[in-house]
């Protein structure tokens, strides 16, 4: 392949849509630079190179009391990707994003430059590769602060809502939890509009730092479409709504908290060949409870209830990337089965609703959003065009922005 044809970095590829990907050009993958260059292991302060999974460093850094911190959804991410996607979590209340907690990156540039960035050197360039898509150039490794510890376990706490407005008096009471994310059945309407669970926790203070182990499931192929219906949707929603077991104080280990989906492998598999889409938005909190309830209306009536809906509040922490995504108030994310166009209409109108009450969409979860949705809702995305690096280019970014090469 031509050297002249933009590259891309490539970690661990939990992207959902194109951010990583670059049909046009280079994939540079960078899952064998996972070494750990530096650690104090007393103030929590480590250099790792950009391919360490975050499955690895907890793996490494838990039986010595120190934790991410940050975490999304899965523990399957690069530290690269983390910070190229400015990744939040169930602690965004508390903690903000990740790059809130970068205190340094390494980063080789296409003029053969190797450069050190960080809040207080070559600023606007370090704003620009958090969150930067991985457009910046090529990410080596990245300093970062670790968040001190006592157990592996989790204190928790799971309360049911009837309704959308259920959830955000609750939320609202989350004072002492420092991770929260709802769970929302995506096929309630009427006055059951909204309902789930609550999920919140904390580090227990005491307990044992046993790590995490391998999934002990996975789907083994391709799920037959006709699995993927209503019925069958309703059906899981009730039981796992239903669960009062399930219900109030309880203590459990990270992995199943943080990660229930890690505990499956494969579990995209779920959907079948044609795969799925995720909505994800971030809305602020003036306008969130009305805009979401449009959101799930619109899901409801369009008879394409999300197969999982989970809802949680931001916080007012901010983070340094030009292009973060969370902002004060409130995120829902919602996954569709790909049913084809009219998938894509409905993602276009939800996007609609999301852009109408100033609020924007998730380019790392992002597989359709328009040049209009991403544009004004990231009214600075020139300022991380002006430092892109001219020999980086995504997919994501040829169709948002329309720069070719």
Same mark, same amino acid.
């Given at each position: 392949?031509?050297?002249?044809?933009?590259?891309?970095?490539?970690?661990?590829?939990?992207?959902?849509?194109?951010?990583?990907?670059?049909?046009?050009?280079?994939?540079?993958?960078?899952?064998?630079? +996972?070494?750990?260059?530096?650690?104090?292991?007393?103030?929590?302060?480590?250099?790792?190179?950009?391919?360490?999974?975050? +499955?690895?460093?907890?793996?490494?850094?838990?039986?010595?009391?120190?934790?991410?911190?940050?975490?999304?959804?899965?523990?399957?991410?690069?530290?690269?990707?983390?910070?190229?996607?400015?990744?939040?979590?169930?602690?965004?209340?508390?903690?903000?994003?990740?790059?809130?907690?970068?205190?340094?990156?390494?980063?080789?540039?296409s003029n053969g430059e190797v450069r050190?960035?960080?809040?207080?050197?070559?600023?606007?360039?370090?704003?620009?590769?958090?969150?930067?898509?991985?457009?910046?150039?090529?990410?080596?490794?990245?300093?970062?602060?670790?968040?001190?510890?006592?157990?592996?376990?989790?204190?928790?706490?799971?309360?049911?809502?009837?309704?959308?407005?259920?959830?955000?008096?609750?939320?609202?009471?989350?004072?002492?939890?420092?991770?929260?994310?709802?769970?929302?059945?995506?096929?309630?309407?009427?006055?059951?509009?909204?309902?789930?669970?609550?999920?919140?926790?904390?580090?227990?203070?005491?307990?044992?730092?046993?790590?995490?182990?391998?999934?002990?499931?996975?789907?083994?192929?391709?799920?037959?479409?006709?699995?993927?219906?209503?019925?069958?949707?309703?059906?899981?929603?009730?039981?796992?709504?239903?669960?009062?077991?399930?219900?109030?104080?309880?203590?459990?280990?990270?992995?199943?908290?943080?990660?229930?989906?890690?505990?499956?492998?494969?579990?995209?598999?779920?959907?079948?060949?044609?795969?799925?889409?995720?909505?994800?938005?971030?809305?602020?909190?003036?306008?969130?409870?009305?805009?979401i309830r449009k959101l799930l209306a619109?899901?409801?009536?369009?008879?394409?209830?999300?197969?999982?809906?989970?809802?949680?509040?931001?916080?007012?922490?901010?983070?340094?990337?030009?292009?973060?995504?969370?902002?004060?108030?409130?995120?829902?994310?919602?996954?569709?089965?790909?049913?084809?166009?009219?998938?894509?209409?409905?993602?276009?109108?939800?996007? +609609?609703?999301?852009?109408?009450?100033?609020?924007?969409?998730?380019?790392?979860? +992002?597989?359709?959003?328009?040049?209009?949705h991403f544009q004004a809702g990231y009214?600075?995305?020139?300022?991380?065009?002006?430092?892109?690096?001219?020999?980086?280019?995504?997919?994501?970014?040829?169709?948002?922005?329309?720069?070719?090469?």
């Amino acid at each position: 392949m031509r050297a002249s044809l933009p590259a891309l970095a490539y970690g661990r590829g939990r992207s959902y849509g194109d951010s990583c990907l670059n049909a046009r050009g280079r994939l540079i993958e960078t899952r064998f630079l +996972d070494r750990i260059l530096a650690a104090d292991w007393g103030t929590g302060v480590i250099r790792a190179e950009a391919g360490l999974s975050l +499955d690895e460093l907890l793996r490494i850094s838990v039986p010595r009391r120190w934790f991410p911190p940050v975490c999304p959804g899965t523990k399957f991410v690069s530290i690269g990707g983390a910070v190229a996607n400015d990744v939040h979590g169930k602690n965004h209340e508390s903690a903000g994003s990740i790059g809130a907690h970068v205190r340094a990156i390494g980063l080789a540039r296409s003029n053969g430059e190797v450069r050190e960035l960080s809040a207080s050197q070559d600023n606007e360039l370090f704003a620009a590769t958090i969150g930067g898509l991985g457009l910046t150039g090529l990410l080596l490794w990245v300093e970062l602060q670790l968040a001190p510890v006592g157990s592996a376990h989790f204190e928790t706490e799971t309360l049911p809502f009837a309704d959308l407005d259920g959830f955000f008096r609750i939320a609202a009471d989350d004072a002492g939890w420092d991770y929260s994310a709802a769970w929302i059945d995506g096929l309630a309407k009427g006055r059951h509009l909204g309902r789930g669970l609550h999920m919140r926790g904390r580090h227990a203070t005491n307990g044992g730092l046993e790590t995490h182990r391998d999934p002990s499931l996975a789907v083994p192929c391709d799920m037959p479409a006709w699995l993927l219906n209503g019925r069958a949707l309703r059906a899981f929603n009730a039981v796992y709504r239903s669960r009062p077991w399930a219900w109030g104080r309880g203590r459990t280990h990270y992995d199943p908290f943080l990660f229930p989906l890690d505990g499956i492998g494969h579990w995209n598999r779920l959907y079948g060949k044609r795969g799925f889409f995720q909505h994800q938005c971030a809305i602020p909190m003036a306008a969130a409870p009305d805009a979401i309830r449009k959101l799930l209306a619109l899901t409801v009536g369009r008879s394409e209830g999300s197969f999982l809906a989970v809802l949680k509040i931001f916080g007012s922490r901010t983070s340094p990337g030009i292009l973060s995504f969370p902002m004060p108030g409130a995120t829902l994310a919602l996954d569709f089965p790909n049913l084809g166009a009219g998938t894509s209409a409905l993602l276009n109108e939800l996007a +609609d609703i999301v852009l109408e009450a100033g609020g924007r969409l998730y380019p790392a979860k +992002d597989a359709t959003m328009s040049p209009r949705h991403f544009q004004a809702g990231y009214p600075n995305w020139r300022r991380l065009e002006a430092q892109r690096d001219p020999a980086f280019l995504s997919d994501f970014w040829r169709r948002v922005t329309g720069v070719a090469a």
